[in-house]
């Protein structure tokens, strides 16, 4: 035992598990909430399990939601006709962000990485061919360009096309080796005016 | 509202309050608790409250501890008559770290900081005083090697010599493992001027 806690110990362990904290952050976080108000650390906490028991994936786009379908697929004033392909929900909110997307979305809930050890079949894409119909259809595909998100764009285009559907993806206006979800909007409002059949 | 999910965003909220993390570290923290199995998001929540209904401060030496006085103050093993003042519980752990040091500890809760209106009467001075005897004992002031370090180390000196006790303070020199080339004048000029027989 580092502290003469053990209740604060098990916080820090806690907290370092977390993305982006190291052990010296979470010890500061552990010794931040120590000096908050009971109620503040009891509404974060319940916070925390909240969004775990409300939360689930909306079975038509598989982004994360509360009610099911989500206020997006149920939105009567959405572009039915135009679904933009992302891999996480964080980049629905990048696209949404923009202001300029009017259309559905499809969450994959990831991208195809084999040294990860992801394939298509960990991916929803049968939840995404499902929702083709015989209309008139566009599928974006936006997904992160770097080495995966490229591999899964060929993969999804060449699934997709066969089945008479327009098939288009974001310009590479958007900067190699980068993340969608850090991207300024100005750029992805571009890469999405940009768009080229695939 | 930005993502579909309210209760995602208020966890997002509660996350962005805690130090050194931003809107997007609390976003990609969030999404990534999202993704754990339940037991582990409530294992957390648990921690959290647990520590704060737990823990409270050492009668004797004000540092964080579940039972009271803390498992330090209560050490046969250690040396009662010497007396570490820090300004955080973290700092005890620091010097704890070095495994060099064997004597009792004093945390006064921060240090004097007139902009952050923190004066003297918003430490744990009072009860610094309460623990000095009428024996042999030493004070060991380490307290960080800053303005509002340096201003609270000369008021404790101050306040303590009268009362007959050894004052000393940590030694201010070239951090161990520096480059002499990197390190700034002040630290020179300080290890100059308290060098020691070589």
Do not use: W
């Amino acid at each position: 035992m580092l502290h003469t806690s053990q209740s604060l110990e098990s916080v820090i362990e806690h907290l370092s598990s977390l993305p982006t904290i190291g052990r010296k952050t979470a010890q500061r976080i552990a010794l931040y909430l120590l000096k908050q108000p009971r109620e503040e650390v009891v509404a974060m906490a319940r916070a925390l399990v909240d969004m775990k028991d409300k939360t689930a994936y909306c079975t038509i786009c598989q982004n994360i939601t509360e009610q099911d379908p989500c206020a997006i697929c149920q939105s009567p004033k959405r572009e039915r006709n135009v679904i933009c392909v992302v891999g996480e929900p964080s980049d629905v909110l990048a696209v949404e962000k923009t202001n300029d997307y009017h259309g559905l979305y499809h969450v994959l809930g990831g991208v195809i990485h084999p040294l990860d050890g992801v394939g298509p079949d960990d991916l929803k894409i049968k939840e995404l061919l499902a929702r083709i119909g015989n209309g008139d259809q566009e599928v974006i595909l936006a997904l992160n360009p770097n080495v995966e998100g490229e591999m899964t764009t060929l993969y999804l285009a060449k699934l997709l096309k066969p089945l008479g559907v327009k098939v288009t993806r974001i310009a590479r206006g958007v900067p190699l080796g980068s993340a969608l979800e850090f991207v300024d909007e100005a750029t992805i409002s571009r890469a999405l005016e940009g768009r080229v059949e695939a």
